[in-house]
Each structure stands twice: as C-alpha cells, then as structure tokens.
C-alpha cells in the first residue's frame, strides 16, 4: 500500500517551512498596556496590533462587558437562529447599520466566517468571482468554497478587473474587494470598480476590516470615504475586532440582503452566537468611534510624523494613508533579522512573510494607534535607523 501518512506529511510540510525561514511560531503576550506588551518578562513597546483608534482596553467597553455579563452570563448559548440572539446583538446590529448607512447589519463571530458566509450564499458553481490579488484570505477561500469561477486581478488593477468581468458577460458575477489591503495599507480603487460594476451588472462587496473606524467623516470607512453608497457597494462586511478594539464581524447592506444571509449563510447559521457581553462592548465602541474624532485626528498625525522621519531615513514606503506601514524588505531571512533587531531595540513588530503575502515580498508590518505617542513614533524611527542597509527584492533598509 502507498498511501500517504498525513501527520507524516504535515511534518514534512512544517520542516520545509522552517528550512525556507518560513516557520510560523506562537508568541504568548503575557499582559498588555496601550501600546505596551509584555512577553517572556520583557516590555515591548508593540507596533504590530490592529487596535488602530485604542479601544481594546477602554474602561467603558470594560466597563459595558461587565455590566453585561453580569446581567447576562458569558455564552449566549445557541446560534442566533436558535435562541442566541439576544437584545445586546440587536442593539449592535441597529447602531452598525445606521453608523453604515445601510437598512441591516448582520453579525458574524469572525470576519473570517462573515466572508465565508456572504460569498457562500451569494455565489454559485457557474458564477465568477472577480478578486485583487492582494484580497484577504477568507475572501479567496469563500470564493473557492462556493465552487464560483474566481479570478484575481493584478493589486488595484481596475482595466485587469474589468476585462475579467467582460470575459464571462453571461455569468453572475461579484466583484469583492478589501478596503484597505491588510498587508499594504493602501485603499482599493473603490470608484473605479464601483464603475465597473454598474456596467457589467456585477455586484461589488467591500471587505473594510482595516477601513472601518479610520477612514472616512465618522470613521464610517473607505467606502464612506469614496463617497459610494448602498447602490454602488451593496455588500459591506467589516470586523469588530480591530479599529473597534473588540472581535467579531457584521455585514451590512439591504434587508433583503441580510434576510438572505440569515437563509443561506452556513457560518452565521450553524455556530454559536458571540457572547452578549462583547455586542454590548462593542456597542459603546462603536459610540466612541463614531463620536470621537479625536482619535482619528491623532492617529493621522502619527501616520504623518512617521511617513516623514521615515522618508528622512530613506526608507522605502508603501502608498498607505492608513494606520498600516509595512516597509518592504524583499526576503524572509531579511524581515526576520530585522524584527529581531528591532526587539533587541524593546519593539515588537511582526516579520510578513510567504505565504501571506507574495514570495520576495516578506516586510515589517508597522502599524499605528491612537493610543501610542509622538515619542513612541519616535523611538520606532529611532530603531529602524540602525538598521543595516540591505537590497531586497521589494525595496531596501
Ligand atoms: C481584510 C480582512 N478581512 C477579514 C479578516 C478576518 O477577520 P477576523 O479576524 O474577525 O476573522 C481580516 C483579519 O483578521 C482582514 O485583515
């Protein structure tokens, strides 16, 4: 018999990883402070977090998940369908819509299962999914798990995107996009697809994980940003878990859209519904998103203060207005040994490296929050000054 072992295999695969210096590793954060980490007894000051507007630990979205629990216990018991849907989801629910300017929002555990979800119940075997290259994972793999046709586009290449549209003009088709690429920081070329879309009769979804709270008038995102509407994008999804410091997901767009969801998407239907106590978290973070604008303000002039020491520096810089700053390094080993130097300076910064993003594309994903000061930006320029410099594939430091 020659069939495989599969833990056997799987080894294999992890020690080709290692030799490649590829190797993911766990690292346990042992407490956090604002932008302050605490892990094996050292404090780091973290330049790797997603808590973009600095909510993740702010007294009343404690405060309100206490309250909550104490009032509602800690599950929620069953799935939304069942009996898990409870007042704290639907409060969310009204405040996410009216913050989007969409009639519903539907929520989802993870961004992760709200991607699967939509593209599931929207797409068929037959139907063409156009995508960037650049789109986050669980948007290609809810593509794929809808058995639809997917087609990526070269990164904001809207000629590329239309041209796969007119390819297959019989075909149902949705255009998904992220807002704001996760790995790059910049913003899609929402006018342009949005475009596109009219023309082709296409259907255009917005994944705004990493717009959502920083950009646009009241952080209400990149598509708000564009000025675009329901019309233009009727299918927005975006997470609870980054710039609104707390976890989960939701999707907003038409009722019909969110009834139909609510049929057919086998992520929301088929798994437990969040804990009460993180909907009423989230809640409040939403208020304090929406209303202080301040942290947007001061976020802004932090991407700023770093964009220009950085160029002093000579380093190369992504086209990014968002909190996400990944400077290119080129290959692995390059990314590794610089966040290793930049923790011998007390930062954390993360190595991105293949397969999360493109091979000889491994960078330093920087990113920025309200919560730190002008001196930590300072302190980071400071490290990456002492850098040695070296060519890389996708740029140098
Ligand atoms: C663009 C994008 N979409 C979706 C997700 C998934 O969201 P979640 O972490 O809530 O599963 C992420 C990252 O986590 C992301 O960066």
């Not at 898990?84 to 989007?100: P, S």
């Not at 807002?179 to 899609?188: C, E, H, I, L, N």
């Not at 609104?244 to 038409?254: E, H, N, P, T």
């Amino acid at each position: 018999m020659t069939r495989a072992d599969l833990l056997e295999r799987l080894a294999i695969q992890t020690a080709e990883r290692e030799h490649a210096n590829l190797r993911r590793r766990l690292r346990t954060i042992e407490h956090v402070e604002g932008p302050w980490l605490e892990s094996d007894g050292r404090r780091l000051l973290g330049f790797c977090s997603n808590d973009y507007l600095g909510l993740a630990q702010h007294p009343q979205l404690v405060a309100a998940l206490k309250r909550a629990a104490d009032d509602e216990g800690v599950g929620s018991g069953s799935a939304h369908l069942v009996c898990g849907h409870r007042r704290e989801h639907a409060q969310l629910e009204e405040a996410l819509a009216d913050w989007m300017g969409r009639e519903r929002a539907l929520l989802f555990s993870t961004g992760y299962m709200a991607n699967l979800g939509v593209l599931q119940a929207l797409l068929a075997p037959g139907d063409v999914c156009v995508q960037d290259k650049l789109n986050h994972a669980c948007l290609l793999d809810g593509a794929r798990l809808a058995g639809a046709e997917l087609k990526r586009y070269p990164h904001a290449d809207i000629e590329a995107a239309a041209r796969q549209l007119a390819s297959r003009p019989d075909a149902a088709a949705l255009v998904a996009t992220d807002g704001v690429f996760s790995m790059d920081g910049d913003v899609a070329p929402l006018t342009g697809l949005a475009a596109s879309c009219t023309r082709e009769r296409a259907t255009l979804m917005v994944d705004d994980a990493h717009g959502l709270g920083v950009l646009g008038a009241d952080g209400a995102g990149s598509v708000a940003a564009a000025a675009l509407g329901p019309r233009e994008v009727p299918v927005l999804m975006t997470t609870l878990g980054k710039a609104l410091g707390c976890s989960g997901a939701f999707v907003a767009g038409s009722a019909a859209l969110v009834d139909g969801l609510l049929q057919f998407a086998r992520p929301y239907i088929y798994t437990t519904a969040m804990p009460p106590a993180l909907a009423a978290a989230a809640c409040t973070a939403v208020a304090i998103a929406r209303g202080e604008n301040w942290r947007r303000g001061k976020l802004q002039s932090l991407i700023a203060r770093f964009r220009t020491g950085a160029a002093q520096l000579g380093l190369p810089l992504t086209d990014s207005p968002s909190a996400i700053q990944p400077l290119l390094l080129g290959d692995a080993r390059a990314a590794l040994d610089a966040a290793q130097a930049l923790e011998q300076h007390g930062l954390l910064v993360t190595a991105i490296r293949p397969p999360t993003v493109p091979q000889g594309q491994a960078r330093l994903r920087i990113t920025l929050s309200a919560a730190h000061e002008d001196k930590h930006v300072d302190l980071l320029l400071d490290a990456l000054a002492t850098l040695p410099r070296r060519i890389g594939a996708g740029g140098h430091v």
